[in-house]
């Protein structure tokens, strides 16, 4: 059996202007919309000790990575 592993790096997000929590969380966005509000799409965040999925709007500024299955 193979496993596949792949590398996101704690690149933190973007308020505004200002760069929030780099090198320590990581924040990235999935390609699937909400299906109740197009506005809100579902991404990714981890820290040194947990990963959770969410809904957030689609204005925050997170990260992108494309990743080939």
């Known amino acids: ?6 590398f996101l790096p704690a690149a933190g997000y973007r308020n505004d202007t200002n760069f929030n929590n780099a090198g320590s969380n990581g ?5 699937s919309l909400n299906t109740d509000n197009p506005n809100n799409a579902w991404n990714i965040n981890f820290n040194s000790s947990n ?3 969410n809904i957030n709007n689609r204005n925050n500024g997170f990260s992108v990575r494309p990743v080939c299955p």
């Open 1 to 6: 059996m193979s496993v596949s592993a792949f």
């Open 27 to 31: 924040n990235y966005w999935s390609s």
């Open 51 to 53: 990963v959770n999925a």
